[in-house]
T-cell receptor, first 112, second 113 residues
């Protein structure tokens, strides 16, 4: 089955800096890669996603890149703000319809 | 995006008892998914629930422990049976929006004492 590795497990940045979280996946058939933000006491919120026919996608301060050859994808947050502090999860869907395999999560802390 | 409501949002339960979690979606969906998130951990798929058929369970999860119902296209329940402290987790319902876009509810935070 699919296996997703996520790094780093914790990331601390100063407000205004950029943050990058990286994930690798094992199943070359995977075709959908979402990123979720989970704030304390809440469920995961979809913040951006990318499909296997696209190399990069941006939404304001957030971008995701995908390298299918290397089987890795990354989340980029620019101009970080304290409200970006949360746990971020990457995930992948492979050949099993709708089944998400998650990375281990990254605790992002943005210091004012 | 789909609006997903879960009940209860939180509960504290005695060991040996069972709890049923409800998931209601604001639109008809073919498939609903139940995930577990243990304290400080990532999310793990428990099972996939299709309307009109038996749920499909992932490795390590069995129907006797986590029975699931899916009576219609907007509703599902997950029961956590004969609970032990190890079952203390967040249980999350999710659905597919546009093809392959998965949305989650706020979760049901369960503590077993």
């Amino acid at each position: 089955g699919e296996n997703v590795e996520q790094h780093p497990s914790t990331l601390s940045v100063q407000e205004g800096d950029s943050a990058v979280i990286k994930c690798t996946y094992s199943d070359s058939a995977s075709n959908y890669f979402p990123w979720y933000k989970q704030e304390l006491g809440k469920g995961p919120q979809l913040i951006i996603d990318i499909r296997s026919n696209v190399g990069e996608k941006k939404d304001q301060r957030i971008a995701v890149t995908l390298n299918k050859t290397a089987k890795h994808f990354s989340l980029h947050i620019t101009e970080t703000q304290p409200e970006d502090s949360a746990v971020y999860f990457c995930a992948a869907i492979g050949t099993s319809y709708g089944k998400l395999t998650f990375g281990q999560g990254t605790i992002l802390t943005v210091h004012p | 995006s789909a609006v997903i409501s879960q009940k209860p949002s939180r509960d504290i339960c005695q060991r040996g008892t069972s709890l049923t979690i409800q998931c209601q979606v604001d639109s008809q969906v073919t498939m609903m998914f139940w995930y577990r998130q243990q304290p400080g951990q990532s999310l793990t798929l428990i099972a996939t629930a299709n309307q009109g058929s038996e749920a499909t369970y992932e490795s390590g999860f069995v129907i006797d422990k986590f029975p699931i119902s899916r009576p219609n296209l907007t509703f599902s329940t997950l029961t956590v049976s004969n609970m032990s402290p190890e079952d203390s987790s967040i249980y999350l319902c999710s659905v597919e929006g546009v093809p392959n876009t998965i949305y989650f509810g706020e979760g049901s935070w369960l503590t077993v004492v």
